[in-house]
T-cell receptor, first 115, second 113 residues
């Protein structure tokens, strides 16, 4: 049973560019959340998708957007990249966003470096 | 804004000893708490969780204690092993917000032989 898979694992962009990160949730999960983890920090919640809609959002600007597809996979898009966007982007999947059903399953992340 | 924080950034323990990792939270509305372990180059891995109607929960070699009076959470690891070396995060959640977790900055646990 495949867990949460993310791609790409590493990428380098320059300021002002745009990036798309991809996530496939754990089999059977229908909710995907994205987190940003700066070096030496804990993950910060970006947003969550359920039934192809953004359901919750953290304190991130509109440059951060996302999408969820009918097969529950998800994309995170970041426009007009800034140096401060350099971080590990984590995708987490769970079942039924409305309930505190317990653990989130995290992927291994996409390491973004902005030069 | 309110956030979850940790007292010690690095904890060094000898193999076989017990480890205690502490966490303070400030959001009194939080009612669900989780400990995660993150190894280098990997995503966070669920260890154990506890709801606010409990003050203690035990797993395999791990125990989480919750003191709501002082808004304190701790993770106890019994007989610490080299494989326990990692960064540990506590995270909090408010009922109805499911996967919207607020994480602390983490504690690095170093296990010495």
């Amino acid at each position: 049973d495949a867990g949460v898979t993310q791609s790409p694992t590493h990428l380098i962009k320059t300021r002002g560019q745009q990036v798309t990160l991809r996530c496939s949730p754990k089999s059977g999960h229908d909710t995907v959340s994205w987190y940003q983890q700066a070096l030496g920090q804990g993950p910060q919640f970006i947003f969550q998708y359920y039934e192809e809609e953004e359901r919750q959002r953290g304190n991130f600007p509109d440059r951060f957007s996302g999408h969820q597809f009918p097969n529950y996979s998800s994309e995170l898009n970041v426009n007009a990249l800034l140096l401060g966007d350099s971080a590990l982007y984590l995708c987490a999947s769970s079942l039924e966003y409305r309930t505190n059903t317990g653990e989130l399953f995290f992927g291994e992340g996409s390491r973004l470096t902005v030069l | 804004g309110e956030s979850v924080g940790l007292h010690l950034p690095t904890l060094s323990v000898q193999e076989g000893d017990n480890s205690i990792i502490n966490c303070a939270y400030s959001n009194s509305a939080s009612d669900y708490f989780i400990w995660y372990k993150q190894e280098s180059g990997k995503g966070p891995q669920f260890i154990i969780d506890i709801r606010s109607n409990m003050d203690k929960r035990q797993g395999q070699r791990v125990t989480v204690l919750l003191n709501k009076t002082v808004k304190h959470l701790s993770l106890q690891i019994a007989a610490t092993q080299p494989g326990d070396s990692a960064v540990y995060f506590c995270a909090e959640n408010i009922a109805g917000t499911a996967s919207k977790l607020t994480f602390g900055t983490g504690t690095r646990l170093q296990v010495t032989l």
